[in-house]
Nanobody, 124 residues
Framework: QVHLVESGGGLVQAGGSLSLSCAAS????????MGWFRQAPGKEREFVAT????????YYLDSVRGRFTISRDNAKNTVDLQMNSLKPEDTAVYYC?????????????????WGQGTQVTVSS
């Protein structure tokens, strides 16, 4: 089992940057693929990015590819999401999630463990 805690959200102007971090407990972090998801008010939670357990494979939502970068540090049990060129439509609560598999997935149902979320607000 793994416990996840996100940090780094906040308010930023359009075009700005934010870096989110997710700290995981447990000694088996490196066995989990990790993902970032987001949920805007009145909308369903959606996939943003995923990374495999080694960090060698990543996949992004089309609308964030080239602006967001997911990375992980298995020695520190963390997964980060660097967000650049932010847009108002990126406003949402961002969640990190862990999948008990080496390969990442864009499907919410593949992830058994979730953090509590961190708010990101992008003003126009």
């Amino acid at each position: 089992q793994v416990h996840l805690v996100e940090s780094g959200g906040g308010l930023v102007q359009a075009g700005g940057s934010l870096s989110l971090s997710c700290a995981a407990s447990g000694r088996t972090f490196s066995s989990y693929a990790m993902g970032w998801f987001r949920q805007a008010p009145g909308k369903e939670r959606e996939f943003v990015a995923t990374i495999n357990r080694s960090g060698g494979g990543t996949y992004y939502l089309d609308s964030v590819r080239g602006r967001f970068t997911i990375s992980r540090d298995n020695a520190k049990n963390t997964v980060d999401l660097q967000m650049n060129s932010l847009k108002p439509e990126d406003t949402a609560v961002y969640y990190c999630a862990a999948r008990d598999s080496g390969r990442g997935s864009f499907e919410l149902k593949q992830y058994a463990y979730w953090g509590q979320g961190t708010q990101v607000t992008v003003s126009s």
